[in-house]
């Protein structure tokens, strides 16, 4: 056992306690029943059952926080774009009905980005594009779905089909 599950352990049994007691307070004939007095318990059985509960939290929180740094990075790794390496070389699914294969490779490293873009106006003049264009469009992923601006604060290159 680590000396952190043992604070945990410790904060858990605290916090049970203080809970424990205003409950008490709260509900006087129910804390007869299990002995409650306060912050006291009087049962030793009801004794065991809060420290074998806060037993169980302090556990379930050491696994949380063990846990936290590999959660985080496969949250970022949802967030970021996906990164594909120079010189990949890839393959597009064929549609039913579609005979053409397309392969290509990649020139340079590309990071791909599930955005769609909802709004695009063409604009004959160079002089009509403003320093820094903005992108109407909609970003998704496996927990985010928005609907708003997007700025592009770095380089944005586009592939365009249809």
């Not at 804390?31 to 030793?44: I, K």
């Not at 949380?64 to 070389?89: C, D, M, W």
């Not at 709004?119 to 469009?137: F, K, V």
Request: proline share 5%; hydrophobic share 40%; with cysteine.
């Amino acid at each position: 056992m680590s000396k952190r599950f043992l604070e945990l352990y410790n904060q858990e049994l605290r916090h049970v306690r203080e809970t424990a007691a205003e409950f008490a307070a709260a509900y006087p004939k129910v804390a007869r029943r299990l002995a409650l007095d306060g912050s006291e318990v009087e049962d030793p059985y009801v004794e065991r059952m809060l420290e074998g509960f806060a037993f169980l939290s302090g556990r379930v929180q050491s696994k949380i926080e063990a846990q936290f740094p590999r959660f985080t990075q496969h949250l970022l790794n949802i967030v970021s774009g996906y990164k594909v390496a120079r010189h990949a070389r890839m393959r597009a699914n064929i549609s039913s009905g579609e005979q053409t294969a397309c392969e290509f490779l990649t020139t340079h490293d590309v990071e791909v980005w599930p955005l769609e873009v909802a709004d695009a106006r063409y604009l004959p003049h160079l002089a009509d594009i403003p320093s820094h264009p903005e992108i109407r469009g909609r970003a998704e992923g496996g927990f985010v779905s928005c609907s708003r601006r997007l700025t592009a604060s770095r380089p944005v290159r586009l592939m365009l089909t249809g």
